[in-house]
C-alpha cells in the first residue's frame, strides 16, 4: 500500500521552494518506490527514504516552469504494483500593482485604462478584474511589458455606479483596493463663480468643468466621496478656491483604500473617443479657508497645463495658501505636479503630506526653497519626467527648517543660502543637486550678517550628498555667522568647482562646526577639499576623505590643525597660508593617503605662533616656501619624529632654499623640543653673508627671556647659513645630542661661548663650511663672559672662537665657574683675541687631555696663522689645570705668551707643548704661583718668538719667562 503525505497536489509560486512530501509503501516484501513520468528538475526524489523535496542544484521553479507538472511515484513488489499521482501547478508570484490610470470613466463609455505595477508575466497571461462587492469584471487585458497592461473597461450601462478594486491575476492575484470609479450620471456643468454653498454628489458624477471655475465669497464647494470632476483636455480650465476672495474646496474621500476616492480627471463623453490632453488643475490662493479645505484619498490627474508655459502644476498653490491636502495621488500632469509659490505652506500645519506624485510630465514638485521644509515627510514622488523637487531661489529663513529625504534629489536651481537666523536640517540620504556655479552657502558675512546654522547629518549607510546637477557647482560655504549645532556628517560633496576656494570653506567666526565622516571629491583642476580662512577654524574634522586634484586641504595657520588630524585621509597635499596665530594649541599631525603615503604640508609664506604650541608628528613633510620661516615667540614647538618616521623640512618644489625655524623666548605650555628631523637646504637667500639670525635653526631671546630648546637626533643638511645659531643667553636646556649638520654654506653652530657646555654631545658637524670663509671651518664661538660650569665637549670639528672668553664669575657670591674641556678637543682663537681666566672675580680652566687625545689651543687660520693673545691665568684663577695641552700661536702682544700666569693666580701645568707663539712660550708675573708638575721634559717649547729677530722659531723664546726674576728657562 502506497501513501503520500501531506497532500499529492500542489501549487507553488515561481521562487517559491517546494514544501516537501513524503511517500511510504507497506507490503511484504517491502516495496521497491520509483516514478513514472517526468519529475520537474526543481524537484529531487529519494527513493530510499520516500522523500519528495526542492532540488539542490534549482531550489525553487522559474517562469519557464509556469503551469502544471505531474508525475506517478510507484511502490513495487511480488506481491503488485500501487501508484499515486503528484500534481505540481506552479504559478506567477503576486505582481505588486501600483496605479490604475485614468481613475474614473463613464460607463457609458469604452474606458481604456493602464495599470502600472512590477512583476507582470507575460507567460501567466495576467488579466485584469474590476470587483466592488458581488460584482467581478474581466477586462481584456494586453500584456504590454513587466510594469504594464493595458485594458478596456467596456461600455456597459448596466454596470453598477462606484468605485472599484483593481485586481490583476496572473494565477495568483494583487488588488489594488477601491482605485477606479464608474460614474453613471450627466452630472452638473461648473463654471464661473461659485459664491455659495454647493455640494457635488457622487451619483451625479461626473461633474464637467466647461469653464474656469472661482470660488470664493466664503463659500465652501464639498464633493462627496465617489464624486468625479472632469475637465475638458487641451484646456486651460482650473478651479480657483480662495484666489480672489475666500473659499473653500472639501474633496474627502476617506481613508485611502477603503473610503471612496474623489477624481479629478480630463474629460470623456457619452459613447466618446478616449480622453486625451490636459488641463491645467487646482489652485487655492492665499484666501484659502484653510481650516475647511481638504484634498483625502483624491485623485488629481492629466492636469499641469496652461498653453506653453512650464511654470505650471495640477496643484497651483499661491503664496500663503496652504491647502490640507493628504493620501492624495497627483499624476501624469503635464508640467508638475505640485507648483507651490514663494511663501505657500505652512509650519504649523501638516497641509501637504501622505501624498503621492508620480507619471507627472516635469517632475513631482516645484516649489520655493524657503517653502520646501513645510512639505510633509511621507511624500512618494517617483515615476515622473524627472524625479526631483525643483527648488526656486535660494533663500531659507524659517526658523525650523527640515527638508525631508523623499527618495529623490532636491535640485537647486538658484543655489541655497542659510539666513535670517533659520536651522536647515538635511535628512539622512537626501541629495541635493545644484544648478552649474551655485553653492550652498550658511550665513551671511561680516558684523551685520545673519546667523544661521546647518545640521545636515546622513549615515554610513544613507549619506546626504551633495553634486551638480551638470557641469560644476561651487560646494558649502559657511560664512562668517555661522552658529553652533552646525554639523556636516556622513555627507557626500562632489564634483565642485577648480575655481572655487574648496568643496567646503569655512569663514572667519568661532569655531563651531563639526564636520565629520565626509567625502570631499572632486576631478576638477585646482579643486580644494577644505578651504579656512583667516581666524576661522572648525570643532571637530573626524573621519574626513579628502579626494581632490590640487589641495586637500588650504588654510590659515589658526585654523589649520582644525582640519589635520589622523583620522582623515588625504588624497592630494594640504597648503598652510602664511599669517600667525596667538594663545592657540596646535597638531600637525601625520597627513596619510588612502595607500598609507603621507602627503606633504605646503606652507606659503611665514608662519608665526605667539603664546601657544605647535606640534608636528611623525612622519610630516612639511615644504617651505622661497624664505619662508616659522616662528615661536614664547611658544613651545615640538618636532617629535621617530628614527623611521623623522619629520622633514625641505624647499617646496623648484625652490632652491627656505629660511629657518625661529625659536624666540620660552614656551608658555613647555620648552621647544626637535627630534629625529631632516632639515635640508634652509638657512636664507645664498647670496647673503652670515649673520646670527641666518640658520635653519635660529634660537633667540624674546622680552629678555631666552629659548632653551632640545634639539636631539636630527640632521640639518645644506643650509645656505649656519646649522644652528643660538643668540646670547640661549642654549640647549634639554641637551643637544646625537645630531648631525652638514654641508652649511657656513658653520655647523654658532653659539656664544658661555653656553657652549650646556649644547650637548655626540653631535657630528663635519663637512660645512662650503663658503670656505674663514672662522667658519667649525663651531663659531662668539666671545662671552663664562660664569656657568659647564664642560666643553670634543667635537669632529673645532671651536673656533671669534671673541674673548672672560672665564669668571659675574658676581662675586656665584658660584665659581669651571670651564672644563674634553680631552681631543681643539680651540682655535681668531687674531687677537684671548682667554682669560679670573680677573676680578674667580673661574677655574680645567683643561686635561690625555697622550692620546691632547687638548689644542692654536689660531683660528690653521693655513696662515694669525696670532691670538693667549690664556691668561689671572688672579682667582686658583685650581686650574693645564694637561696634556697644546697652546700654539699665542702672545701675540710684547713680552707674552701662548700662556700668561699674572698676579695672585695658582697654576697647575703638567703636559703642554709651548708652541709658534709670537713672543715667549709661558710668561710668569710677580705675584703668580704656577706649580710645573713632573719632569721638565713634560714641557715642549718649539719655534716659540716667531716675532723676534733673527725671525720665526727663536729658541731664545723657547722658554717660561720670569719677570720678577728676570730670566727665560725651560720648566
Known amino acids: 500500500m502506497l501513501t503520500v503525505t501531506p497532500d499529492t497536489s500542489f501549487t507553488i509560486e515561481v521562487g517559491e521552494s517546494f514544501p516537501g512530501a513524503s511517500a511510504q509503501a507497506t507490503g511484504n516484501p517491502t516495496p521497491t518506490l520509483t516514478t513514472s513520468g517526468t519529475v520537474p528538475d526543481f524537484l529531487e526524489f529519494d527513493p530510499l527514504t520516500g522523500l519528495l523535496s526542492a532540488s539542490s542544484t534549482k531550489p525553487a521553479p522559474v517562469e519557464a516552469d509556469l503551469g502544471v507538472h505531474s508525475f506517478d511515484i510507484v511502490a513495487t513488489n511480488t506481491e503488485g504494483v500501487d501508484s499515486a499521482t503528484i500534481d505540481i501547478t506552479v504559478i506567477a508570484a503576486p505582481p505588486s500593482v501600483e496605479s490604475i490610470t485614468p481613475a474614473a470613466g463613464r460607463r457609458q463609455s469604452d474606458v481604456p485604462v493602464v495599470v502600472r505595477g512590477a512583476g507582470f508575466v507575460a507567460a501567466a497571461s495576467p488579466v485584469v478584474r474590476l470587483e466592488s462587492g458581488g460584482h467581478s469584471e474581466t477586462l481584456a487585458t494586453t500584456f504590454i511589458d513587466v510594469n504594464t497592461l493595458s485594458a478596456v473597461v467596456p461600455i456597459d450601462t448596466l454596470r453598477p455606479s462606484g468605485v472599484y478594486d483593481v485586481v490583476v491575476d496572473q494565477g495568483s492575484t494583487s488588488t489594488l483596493a477601491k482605485r477606479f470609479t464608474v460614474t453613471e450620471g450627466d452630472g452638473s456643468t461648473l463654471r464661473g463663480t461659485i459664491a455659495s454653498n454647493l455640494t457635488l454628489t457622487a451619483s451625479a458624477s ?241 558684523a551685520s550678517g545673519e546667523d544661521a546654522a546647518l545640521v545636515a547629518s546622513g549615515t554610513p549607510a544613507a549619506p546626504i550628498r551633495m553634486v551638480p546637477d551638470s557641469g560644476v557647482w561651487n560646494g558649502v560655504h559657511f560664512d562668517d555667522n555661522v552658529q553652533p549645532g552646525t554639523v556636516l556628517r556622513s555627507a557626500r560633496i562632489v564634483g565642485f568647482s577648480g575655481a572655487v576656494n574648496g568643496g567646503l570653506r569655512v569663514d572667519p567666526g568661532a569655531p563651531v562646526a563639526i564636520v565629520e565622516s565626509c567625502l570631499f571629491q572632486s576631478a576638477e583642476a585646482g579643486s580644494v577639499g577644505v578651504y579656512v580662512s583667516t581666524t576661522a577654524g572648525v570643532s571637530s574634522f573626524e573621519n574626513n576623505v579628502l579626494d581632490v586634484q590640487a589641495l586637500s586641504v588650504s588654510a590659515a595657520m589658526p585654523g589649520f590643525s582644525d582640519v589635520l588630524t589622523p583620522s582623515n585621509v588625504y588624497e592630494a597635499p594640504l597648503r598652510v597660508r602664511s599669517g600667525g596665530v596667538t594663545g592657540a594649541d596646535m597638531v600637525w599631525s601625520k597627513p596619510t593617503a588612502s595607500d598609507t603615503s603621507t602627503q606633504p604640508i605646503r606652507v606659503a609664506g611665514n608662519l608665526s605662533v605667539t603664546d601657544g604650541s605647535l606640534v608636528v608628528a611623525a612622519g610630516n613633510r612639511v615644504e617651505m616656501p622661497l624664505n619662508g620661516q616659522l616662528t615661536m615667540t614664547n611658544s613651545q614647538l615640538a618636532v617629535d619624529g621617530t628614527p623611521s618616521e623623522p619629520v622633514v623640512f625641505e624647499p617646496a618644489s623648484g625652490i632652491g632654499y627656505w629660511y629657518r625655524i625661529r625659536l624666540r623666548g620660552s614656551g608658555v605650555t613647555g620648552t621647544s623640543r626637535i627630534t629625529h628631523a631632516v632639515l635640508q637646504s634652509a638657512g636664507s637667500d645664498p647670496s647673503l653673508g652670515p649673520s646670527t639670525g641666518r640658520a635653519a635653526i635660529a634660537v633667540q631671546a624674546f622680552g629678555g627671556v631666552p629659548a632653551i630648546p632640545e634639539i636631539s637626533d636630527t640632521t640639518i643638511v645644506d643650509s645656505n647659513g649656519y646649522g644652528v645659531t643660538f643668540a646670547d643667553g640661549t642654549h640647549c636646556g634639554g641637551g643637544c645630542n646625537d645630531n648631525t649638520i652638514t654641508g652649511s654654506r657656513f658653520s655647523a653652530l654658532r653659539m656664544v661661548a658661555n653656553f657652549i657646555g650646556r649644547f650637548g654631545v655626540d653631535n657630528a658637524m663635519a663637512g660645512n663650511n662650503r663658503s670656505a670663509t674663514l672662522g667658519h671651518e667649525g663651531v663659531w664661538v662668539a666671545g662671552d663672559v663664562v660664569d656657568t660650569t659647564a664642560t666643553w665637549p670634543a667635537n669632529d670639528v673645532p671651536y673656533v672662537v671669534q671673541g674673548d672668553i672672560e672665564l669668571r664669575q659675574s658676581y662675586p657670591l656665584d658660584p665659581v665657574p669651571v670651564m672644563a674641556i674634553e680631552p681631543g678637543t681643539e680651540l682655535r682663537f681668531a687674531s687677537g683675541r684671548r682667554l682669560r681666566v679670573g680677573e676680578g672675580n674667580d673661574g677655574v680652566l680645567d683643561a686635561r687631555g690625555s697622550v692620546a687625545d691632547p687638548i689644542t689651543f692654536t689660531s683660528a687660520d690653521a693655513v696662515a696663522p694669525v696670532f691670538w693673545r693667549g690664556i691668561d691665568f689671572n688672579q682667582g684663577s686658583d685650581g686650574s689645570t693645564l694637561d696634556h695641552v697644546v697652546v700654539s700661536f699665542g702672545g701675540q702682544s710684547n713680552g707674552s705668551g701662548n700662556v700668561n700666569i699674572r698676579i695672585g693666580s695658582v697654576v697647575t701645568i703638567g703636559v703642554v707643548t709651548f708652541s709658534s707663539s709670537n713672543n715667549y712660550a709661558a710668561v710668569v708675573h710677580a705675584g703668580s704661583a704656577p706649580m710645573f708638575t713632573g719632569p721638565p721634559t713634560d714641557r715642549v717649547y718649539q719655534l716659540n718668538g716667531q716675532a723676534s729677530n733673527p725671525g720665526p722659531g727663536d729658541p731664545a723664546f723657547d722658554c717660561v719667562r720670569d719677570i720678577a726674576l728676570g730670566t727665560c728657562n725651560p720648566l
Open 206 to 446: 461626473p461633474h464637467v468643468v466647461t469653464g474656469d471655475v472661482r470660488i470664493e465669497s466664503g463659500a465652501t464647494v464639498t464633493l462627496e466621496p465617489g464624486a468625479v470632476v472632469m475637465f475638458a483636455g487641451n484646456s486651460n480650465l482650473r478651479i480657483d478656491v480662495g484666489v480672489a476672495s475666500a473659499g473653500a474646496l472639501v474633496a474627502d474621500g476617506g481613508q485611502p483604500g477603503i473610503g471612496d476616492q474623489v477624481v479629478f480627471t480630463r474629460f470623456q463623453g457619452v459613447g466618446g473617443p478616449a480622453p486625451s490632453g490636459h488641463y491645467r488643475g487646482l489652485r487655492f490662493g492665499a484666501n484659502n479657508i484653510s481650516a475647511t479645505t481638504v484634498l483625502r484619498n483624491a485623485i488629481v490627474e492629466f492636469g499641469g497645463r496652461r498653453n506653453t508655459s512650464t511654470e505650471q502644476g495640477a496643484i497651483e498653490v499661491l503664496s500663503s495658501s496652504s491647502p490640507n491636502v493628504q493620501g492624495s495621488i497627483v499624476r501624469e500632469s503635464l508640467n508638475y505636479g505640485l507648483y507651490a509659490q514663494a511663501g505657500a505652506g505652512s509650519d504649523t500645519s501638516n497641509w501637504f503630506d501622505g501624498n503621492q506624485l508620480t507619471s507627472n510630465g516635469r517632475g513631482p514638485i516645484s516649489m520655493g526653497s524657503d517653502d520646501v521644509s513645510t512639505l510633509g515627510s511621507n511624500l512618494d514622488l517617483l515615476g515622473n519626467g524627472q524625479d526631483r523637487v525643483y527648488v526656486r531661489g535660494s533663500a531659507v529663513r524659517r526658523t525650523s527648517a527640515d527638508w525631508t529625504n523623499y527618495g529623490v534629489p532636491f535640485f537647486l536651481s538658484a543655489g541655497l543660502v542659510v539666513r535670517g537666523g533659520s536651522t536647515m536640517s538635511i535628512d539622512a540620504g537626501t541629495e541635493l543637486r545644484f544648478a552649474p556655479n551655485r553653492r550652498l552657502q550658511v550665513s551671511t558675512g561680516g
